[in-house]
């Protein structure tokens, strides 16, 4: 194989390639320009019970609880898949906030990954531990405590994030 001919296949393996890796990111990392990034891309956003797991065909079920854009109906069931990379993965029963679209007849959540789980809503990635020098000296000394310190705060963000959107929706009433 000539010389040319190898530089084209490996500039197009390149741009491929690099293509696949950013299509997983929406490309932000501060949480509060996700949130906007995922109001502003999603075509559905809820709260929801995920009731059913298919392993087998890497598919879910989930019940809108509340419909945190105005666009759901409570008890609409989506059927939602687990695609092997780029999303959330839901593998566990519980209640969600959801920030998706449908993709192949699928519900699918978006890129950011701040759809997560009531149970476990420390983002993924988890975001930096707070500066807080004091709390960071209590996880320090305590490591067992440092898990549920986490899930708790994740839990009071994700509430409050509720909180907008559901101002948001009614806003838009």
Do not use: H
């Given at each position: 194989?000539?010389?040319?001919?190898?530089?084209?296949?490996?500039?197009?393996?390149?741009?491929?390639?690099?293509?696949d890796m950013?299509?997983?990111?929406?490309?932000?990392?501060?949480?509060?320009?996700?949130?906007?990034?995922?109001?502003?891309?999603?075509?559905?956003?809820?709260?929801?019970?995920?009731?059913?797991?298919?392993?087998?065909?890497?598919?879910?079920?989930?019940?809108?609880?509340?419909?945190?854009?105005?666009?759901?109906?409570?008890?609409?069931?989506?059927?939602?898949?687990?695609?092997?990379?780029?999303?959330?993965?839901?593998?566990?029963?519980?209640?969600?906030?959801?920030?998706?679209?449908?993709?192949?007849?699928?519900?699918?959540?978006?890129?950011?990954?701040?759809?997560?789980?009531?149970?476990?809503?420390?983002?993924n990635p988890?975001?930096?531990?707070?500066?807080?020098?004091?709390?960071?000296?209590?996880?320090?000394?305590?490591?067992?405590?440092?898990?549920?310190?986490?899930?708790?705060?994740?839990?009071?963000?994700?509430?409050?994030?509720?909180?907008v959107l559901?101002?948001?929706?009614?806003?838009?009433?």
């Amino acid at each position: 194989m000539n010389n040319t001919i190898k530089t084209i296949l490996i500039s197009f393996l390149v741009i491929f390639l690099s293509e696949d890796m950013i299509a997983c990111t929406c490309g932000l990392s501060r949480l509060s320009d996700k949130q906007k990034w995922e109001m502003e891309n999603s075509e559905c956003i809820f709260i929801g019970e995920v009731f059913e797991i298919d392993k087998s065909n890497q598919t879910y079920k989930v019940r809108v609880s509340e419909s945190l854009d105005g666009g759901d109906t409570p008890n609409n069931i989506y059927v939602g898949k687990n695609w092997k990379a780029c999303t959330p993965y839901i593998e566990k029963k519980g209640k969600w906030i959801v920030y998706g679209r449908m993709e192949e007849g699928f519900l699918r959540l978006n890129l950011c990954r701040i759809s997560r789980s009531f149970n476990y809503p420390v983002l993924n990635p988890a975001p930096p531990p707070p500066i807080n020098i004091e709390i960071n000296e209590k996880r320090k000394n305590n490591p067992q405590k440092q898990l549920p310190e986490i899930i708790k705060d994740a839990l009071i963000e994700l509430n409050a994030e509720i909180d907008v959107l559901r101002k948001l929706r009614d806003k838009k009433k």
